[in-house]
């Protein structure tokens, strides 16, 4: 069986993380802006995936970036798409037999499943999660392979992956996350959340630099 090679993880030289540095800032900066009112209410749109109505009407009262830290990782496409795709199909059957559902008759019945079975059954998702988070690192953490917000129907990373296929073997992503503290309600109290500011490129595919929601809104 060929073997594909992995991703290549590494930080970034210091001229390149210089210059994706500010530009990725000035994206973090006017998004933030646009949540605070003080800028553009259009710095939405810099979301991956565009704007949704709940992060449309999602506000802040202030905002400060504070430490920052900065990843590069090139892969091969093709095997990064493959292995996806066989996570979503090992999801998806372990999802149809743990509801043990079947239809007899008019009537739907419902199998028990005990907990020994249902980590039997979702022992192949889990190990095709592993291999995933290791071949390709930074892709998946961008991509939130392991969370709950993969499997969400408005992941941005899901179908922008399904539009890269055939756009060549290789990728490259880089990401910026900013730890982002705010003050909130009558007693302004801090909160420390990452905002995460991303480019992926494949092909003639290039996103440009785009702020990453964890789901339809959700900062952490």
Do not use: C
Not at 161 to 181: E, I, N
């Amino acid at each position: 069986m060929k073997t594909l090679a992995p991703a290549v993880f590494f930080l970034l030289s210091a001229p390149a993380l210089a210059d994706d540095a500010a530009d990725a800032k000035k994206v973090a900066e006017t998004y933030l802006n646009a949540l605070t009112g003080s800028g553009d209410e259009a710095g939405k749109d810099l979301l991956l995936g565009g704007v949704t109505m709940n992060a449309q009407l999602f506000t802040l009262d202030n905002w400060e970036l504070q430490k920052m830290e900065a990843k590069h990782e090139d892969g091969d496409l093709p095997h990064a798409i493959a292995m996806m795709n066989d996570l979503d199909k090992a999801g998806r059957k372990a999802l149809t037999k743990l509801l043990g559902a079947e239809r007899v008759g008019d009537d739907l019945q419902v199998t028990e499943v005990s907990k020994a079975d249902a980590e039997k059954l979702l022992k192949p998702t889990l190990e095709r999660t592993l291999a995933f988070q290791k071949s390709h690192p930074e892709l998946a953490y961008v991509t939130r392979v392991g969370k709950e917000v993969y499997w969400h129907p408005k992941n941005p990373m899901r179908p922008l992956l399904a539009k890269a296929q055939g756009q060549g073997a290789k990728y490259s992503l880089d990401r910026y996350t900013w730890q982002v503290l705010t003050k909130e309600g009558p007693a302004k109290t801090p909160r420390t959340w990452p905002l995460r500011v991303v480019r992926f490129k494949a092909g003639k595919l290039d996103t440009g630099w785009k702020v990453l929601p964890a789901s339809d809104w959700n900062a952490e």
